[in-house]
Each structure stands twice: as structure tokens, then as C-alpha cells.
């Protein structure tokens, strides 16, 4: 699939870019499918998790991939979009020791994460990096999308609220993560491109 509306030189940019994702839950898969679509050909995925039920409602995945690995079936997914893809998946639970070495030759990474300890783990490897690491919070809920903003915090680019967190009372929902997501897909296109963030 090549994206008629950017210049050869564009193409170029973003099919020569390597971009990290760390999740493909939510944040991740949804992501991952804007970058594909926006002519992006080359990425490494890590998940440890499984497709589950609770999923569907806000993840790009398909109730025939329940039970699968999520980073199989993300794969599959994001392959239907563009075959030609360079793909990279690993499936396991992020840590300290693994983390530098799974994004080592990556130019951009993306922050896709659930859960707070394997967020810190991300983040104190790679804050203050050369490379810039673009990430969410705060986006669970319905409406208030005017409050989801993106910031930035030296190579950190953080797009939500900073305020809605998951939690009993407030579940995530697609519509709001699919806007953080999207906003994070676009700070990547952006960087790569040299827009305006």
C-alpha cells in the first residue's frame, strides 16, 4: 500500500523509520494501525498478554483472534493492511534487563503500557534518551475529548488529560483511547516528517 498523498520523499522518510511499541492493547494496536496506514513499514511490537473479550471494545482485534497472543494477532492485522512490513514481535513481560536491548536500533518509541510498574520500567530507560518517546495518560471515560492535549516534557511527548485514569468508575472506553492513540501515531508521523507537533 503506498499513501497517494505524500510526496516520494515523504514515503521515503516513513518507510525507513523504525518505531518501538511497548503494548498492543489499546494504546498500542490502535497506534500501530495509523502508523501502517500512514505508509510506516518497519516496527517492533512487545505484549505479553492475550486477546480477551474484555478487549473488543476499544482494541484492532476481532473476536476470531480471542485466546491469541496479542502481538500474533496484531501481526495478522497490520499484515492485511501492508504486506511488505518489516515486522519485529516479542512476546513477553517487559523488564529492566530486556527493555535497551528489544528497542536498541529504534527511532522513535512509542509508550503503549497498562500497567504502572512496567510504565516506569519503560520510562527510566529511555527519559532523557536521544530519541524522542511519545506516550499517554489520563484518557479513560466518555466525552471531554477538548481535554486530551499533547506534551511535551524534554524527549517525552505525553498525549491525555494527565486526570482520567482506569478505574472502577471510570473503564476505557474507544472513543477516548482511540483519540489518545491517534495522537500518538500523529506525534511520531509528525516527528518523522518535521511538522509542527
Same mark, same amino acid.
Given at each position: 500500500m503506498t499513501n497517494p498523498y505524500l510526496t516520494p520523499e515523504e514515503r521515503g522518510k516513513l518507510e525507513r #523509520?523504525? #518505531?518501538?511499541?511497548?503494548?498492543a492493547g489499546g494504546l498500542g494496536?490502535?497506534?500501530?494501525?495509523?502508523?501502517v496506514r500512514a505508509g510506516v513499514k518497519r516496527l517492533v511490537l512487545c505484549d505479553f498478554d492475550v486477546v480477551s473479550e474484555s478487549n473488543l471494545?476499544?482494541?484492532?482485534?476481532?473476536?476470531?483472534?480471542?485466546?491469541m497472543k496479542k502481538v500474533e494477532a496484531l501481526r495478522g492485522n497490520l499484515l492485511r493492511i501492508e504486506p511488505d512490513l518489516e515486522l519485529q514481535i516479542d512476546d513477553r513481560h517487559l523488564d529492566v534487563a530486556g527493555v535497551r536491548a528489544l528497542y536498541a536500533d529504534c527511532d522513535i518509541l512509542v509508550e503503549a503500557l497498562d500497567e504502572a510498574a512496567t510504565k516506569a520500567v519503560?520510562?527510566?530507560?529511555?527519559l532523557g534518551d536521544s530519541r524522542p518517546v511519545v506516550g499517554a495518560s489520563g484518557l479513560a471515560g466518555f466525552g471531554r475529548s477538548n481535554a486530551i492535549r499533547l506534551k511535551k516534557l524534554g524527549n517525552l511527548y505525553l498525549a491525555g488529560d494527565g486526570e482520567a485514569a482506569v478505574s472502577n468508575d471510570l473503564a476505557p472506553q474507544s472513543p477516548r483511547v482511540g483519540?489518545?492513540?491517534a495522537m500518538e501515531a500523529n506525534t511520531v508521523l509528525a516527528l518523522v516528517l518535521g511538522r509542527e507537533i
Open positions: #523509520v523504525k #518505531v518501538g511499541i511497548a503494548g494496536s490502535n497506534a500501530a494501525m495509523h502508523l471494545n476499544r482494541q484492532f482485534f476481532f473476536r476470531d483472534q480471542l485466546g519503560f520510562y527510566n530507560a529511555f483519540i489518545a492513540a
